[in-house]
C-alpha cells in the first residue's frame, strides 16, 4: 500500500520553524528517496511542550516544511 499522508507534530518549534524533538530533514531524505507525493499534515500541540501561540507559531512551521520539501 502507499501513504497518501504524513502526519508532523510539533510541539515547541524553533525561531525558524523547526522542532527541536524530531529530526524532520532526515524524515524528508526518506519521504524523497521513496518519491512521496502526497499531503503533509500539521499537528501542533503546545501545551505538551511549551511551544508559542497557534497564531505565531504555526506560519514558522508552515514556512519550515515548505523548505525542506523543496530541497
Excluded: C
Excluded at 21 to 27: L, N, S
Excluded at 40 to 55: K, L, R, T, W
Amino acid at each position: 500500500s502507499v501513504a497518501r499522508h504524513v502526519r508532523t507534530k510539533f510541539y515547541r518549534p524553533r525561531q525558524d520553524g523547526s522542532e527541536p524533538f524530531i529530526d524532520y530533514a532526515k524524515v524528508f531524505n526518506v519521504l524523497r528517496s521513496v518519491h512521496y507525493n502526497g499531503f503533509v499534515d500539521i499537528v501542533y500541540e503546545p501545551n505538551a511542550g511549551g511551544g508559542d501561540a497557534v497564531e505565531t507559531a504555526v506560519p514558522r512551521i508552515v514556512n519550515f516544511l515548505r523548505s525542506q520539501i523543496s530541497e
